[in-house]
């Protein structure tokens, strides 16, 4: 062989076709802030802890958390506040039955009947419905249903009180030949127990009946929350009056000098110990009245209108 000879070049490889088509355009970036949120996940736990709050909702659960101060003067006022809605109660019974000979439905002794009328008067329009206005600042910490059965427990309970107390006044001044409905001690009360059972019956309809249809009704009780409120506390304060007006009466005509034919108070202005007693058990509706009214005073302006806003 030679040695000068060039060696065949090897056989290359074929050259692949390269794809002649115009490359595809960049994808384009996507803002971020036009995409979609991404789906919210709320675990197990979680989600069990939020029906927990929202089943426990309560009325003091909106408000902010209380300091040493407030909760003292809100236990202070509280425990005043009860002390008074059952002493005044209290108090009535022992004026009847130490002074008054106590009670009775006879025809024999009218006057015993009539005492049955200022004891549930008292007990109707001052004890049981104290209670019930006072029951939204007592249980702050129950669970609003609990609340307003309870509310509705004491308007129930005061409820027979008026109209019982309302028949044995009606009835004694028919055996004694008295007209009825001519003082203005009668008038307060006789609109003070029209407010009371339009009040139950509005309430009743509204705040428990319609509670079976939560959803459908809850704007129509939200609106009828600040206007039942409102007339509560009028009812309570017309009871308050009629209760006032009616010791001054009965004190005027028992104590007084009712034999002749001008009417004389000599018996009462010596103040007696009855006179003495009818006059505590006046300023003591004066003190319920000025003890609700206090206490309630947080039931307007916010908290009323956030009560208004989930009236469930």
């Known amino acids: 062989m030679d040695s000068n000879s060039v060696s ?3 056989e290359l490889a074929p050259i692949a076709e390269f794809d002649k088509s115009p490359p595809s355009p960049p994808n384009e970036e996507v803002p971020m802030d036009d995409l979609p949120p991404p789906p919210a996940t709320i675990s197990q736990v979680e989600g ?19 300091g040493a101060c407030e909760w003292c003067e809100y236990a202070l006022v509280i425990t005043l506040a009860t002390i008074l809605l059952i002493g005044v109660s209290a108090l009535t019974i ?7 000979e106590g009670y009775g439905w006879a025809d024999d002794i009218p006057e015993k009947q009539f005492n049955l009328h200022p004891t549930l008067m008292i007990a109707g329009f001052i004890t049981f419905s104290g209670f019930s206005v006072l029951l939204y600042r007592i249980c702050r910490c129950f669970r609003r249903i609990y609340v307003k059965l309870l509310h509705a427990i004491f308007h129930a309970l005061a409820f027979p009180c ?3 107390g309302f028949l044995a006044v009606l009835d004694f001044h028919n055996k004694k030949g008295i007209n009825n409905f001519y003082s203005l001690h009668s008038w307060i009360g006789f609109v003070a127990m029209g407010l009371f059972g339009l009040q139950y019956v509005v309430g009743f309809f509204s705040f428990l009946l319609l509670l079976i249809c939560n959803k459908g009704t809850a704007n129509f009780r939200a609106s009828l929350v600040p206007i039942h409120a409102a007339f ?7 009871g308050v009056c009629a ?3 009616g010791l001054t009466e009965k004190a005027l005509f028992a104590l007084g000098n009712a034999a002749v034919a001008e009417f004389r108070s000599e018996t009462y202005a010596t103040m007696s110990t009855e ?8 300023m ?3 003190a319920v009245a000025i003890v609700v009214l206090y206490t309630v005073r947080g039931t307007g302006g916010y908290r009323l209108r956030k009560v208004a806003q989930n009236p469930s």
């Open 8 to 10: 065949p070049m090897p």
């Open 48 to 66: 069990k802890k939020k029906l927990k709050i929202q089943r426990s909702r309560s009325y003091d659960s909106e408000e902010h958390e209380r």
């Open 243 to 245: 209760c006032l007006t």
């Open 94 to 100: 022992f004026w009847t039955f130490f002074y008054r």
């Open 275 to 282: 006179a003495i007693v009818m006059n505590a058990i006046g």
């Open 284 to 286: 003591s509706v004066v």
């Open 232 to 238: 509560g506390v009028l009812t309570f304060v017309l």
């Open 162 to 164: 008026i109209v019982i």
